[in-house]
């Protein structure tokens, strides 16, 4: 018998971050600053959340839409936190993670065809998630303008077909964020053009140099946006696998649809956890964050010294640095550290194009401090041959 794989699923590759990193199995006295997954273990209160919902039994299928405490709890959290309501019975949909809610919103909305506007470089899921969904991606290039959309960047990209537009923001790879006066500018020219946004914003509390902004809170875009979040990263749960997206009654039903039909429901003790983190997680998030602060502003130091080039992190956990001026492609760089100083970053051409992001490396700060002084070491030695 011949097996048939699909001629859309031959056509996407692998994810190349998870590509690369199965060449890291089985390495001795490797370091990683690789996989963007915090080096924190859970918050114990979080973690014991979980725990006695199990003990008290919970271990059933929940509703669809997720339980109805914890969706009132990020009613209250975003209305106190950003100012912003929404509607826990029509307007909050519980995921399991954020990478299902974004999935979820591609499918719900378009039709085969239709253009979803990616600026890049960008999570590796984006593109070919919207493929998968019939949609045509297409990147927008943020290089030459310090790797943020901007509204004339925007409006250049658009056509008659696009329908989507992705914002991610503190972003992956590169760490860069928005300030209020830029998302309007972007905003302006999303209501002109009639788009409706899907705004990953899973960082949104690692943003270390000016307070966050949601996108959906820039008027007149909250009826346009598809809000996505969760608490894998700044509540250090990315094994907890719990995310939620707020919308439009319309497309939440729409999304909620698919999920019945795919993933049924959240894990109900991590939606128990997902509350206590809402409720009583704030001061481990402060704690964490100040961590990575200290992480940040040593290693951007060091690979100034190094003369690396590279956007300014102003949030999440990520750098995006230029290799060109060793000579090497990021790929050929990645490789040859791994093999010749046991350190492992990502390949920039596994966040986009390859032609923009071939000069690029992505270091991830999720180590120990120690290991990170080890790493920046190494790749110093390396350097000087």
Not at 274 to 281: P, V
Not at 333 to 350: C, D, Q, T
Request: aromatic share 12%.
């Amino acid at each position: 018998m011949k097996i048939q794989i699909s001629d859309q699923l031959q056509s996407i590759p692998p994810s190349g971050i998870r590509e690369f990193f199965d060449l890291v199995l089985g390495m001795e006295d490797i370091i990683s600053l690789g996989i963007g997954e915090p080096d924190f273990v859970t918050p114990w209160n979080i973690c014991e959340a979980g725990i006695y919902a199990l003990e008290r039994g919970f271990t059933s299928y929940t509703s669809n839409q997720g339980i109805e405490s914890l969706r009132r709890n990020i009613s209250g959290y975003l209305s106190k936190r950003y100012k912003i309501k929404y509607d826990y019975k029509d307007n909050i949909l519980i995921t399991v993670g954020t990478s299902e809610g974004y999935d979820l919103a591609i499918r719900a909305i378009v039709n085969p065809g239709d253009e979803v506007l990616i600026p890049e470089p960008c999570y590796v899921s984006y593109y070919q998630v919207a493929k998968l969904a019939g949609a045509k991606p297409k990147y927008i290039p943020t290089k030459d303008s310090n790797f943020k959309l901007t509204a004339e960047g925007l409006s250049r990209a658009i056509t008659k077909k696009s329908r989507i537009l992705v914002l991610n923001y503190p972003a992956n790879p590169t760490g860069v964020s928005f300030k209020e006066n830029e998302l309007k500018k972007i905003a302006k020219v999303v209501k002109q053009h009639d788009l409706i946004v899907l705004s990953d914003e899973i960082y949104s509390e690692l943003s270390y140099d000016f307070d966050h902004t949601i996108f959906s809170a820039i008027p007149a875009m909250k009826e346009r946006t598809v809000y996505i979040n969760g608490f894998s990263k700044a509540y250090a749960m990315t094994g907890w696998r719990i995310g939620y997206v707020c919308g439009p009654k319309d497309i939440i039903q729409g999304m909620n649809k698919i999920h019945q039909y795919t993933m049924l429901c959240a894990p109900i003790m991590s939606q128990m956890a997902a509350s206590e983190a809402l409720l009583r997680g704030e001061s481990a998030v402060k704690a964490m964050n100040r961590e990575y602060i200290k992480r940040r502003n040593y290693v951007t130091e060091r690979l100034g010294q190094l003369k690396f080039d590279f956007p300014y992190p102003e949030g999440a956990f990520y750098i995006f640095a230029s290799v060109k001026h060793t000579g090497l492609s990021g790929k050929e760089f990645s490789y040859r550290l791994l093999n010749e100083k046991k350190v492992a970053v990502v390949p920039g051409v596994a966040f986009g194009s390859s032609e923009n992001n071939k000069d690029y490396i992505r270091i991830c700060y999720t180590t120990e401090f120690e290991k990170l002084k080890s790493a920046l070491d190494r790749i110093e030695q390396f350097l000087k041959g």
